[in-house]
């Protein structure tokens, strides 16, 4: 994988070159592995992944906020929001390639 960002494609390379199926099956795995956590995540399940993080859904209360244009208060209507929490193996490995 190159570059700052990891794509779809990059992942779908990746596993194409590890675990050698052909590049349109890694493409469908790949698609219906996102697929299905977000289809979790629509339901307001926890997407657990061990050694990586959890994706969870969080609902945000109605609070006021401000319009950054003309300072006028605003009312920002409750929403639900995704949140990612790296687990404790990810924080370390991170921590570790970035103070190399």
């Known amino acids: ?15 194409h070159e590890q675990v050698g199926l052909t590049r349109q ?14 289809q979790a995540l629509e339901r307001g399940e926890q997407v657990k992944l061990s050694g990586f993080g959890v ?9 006021m ?3 950054p244009k003309t300072g006028e208060p ?13 687990s404790q193996v990810m924080k370390a490995r991170v921590d570790q390639a970035l103070s190399r």
């Open 65 to 67: 906020g401000r319009n």
């Open 25 to 38: 099956d890694c493409a469908e795995l790949v698609e219906r592995v996102l697929e299905l956590m977000c």
């Open 74 to 86: 605003a009312a920002i209507e409750p929403r639900r929001v995704i949140g990612f929490r790296a």
């Open 1 to 15: 994988m190159k570059g700052a960002t990891v794509t779809r494609a990059d992942l779908c390379e990746a596993v």
């Open 55 to 63: 994706f969870q859904v969080r609902s945000k209360r109605a609070r």
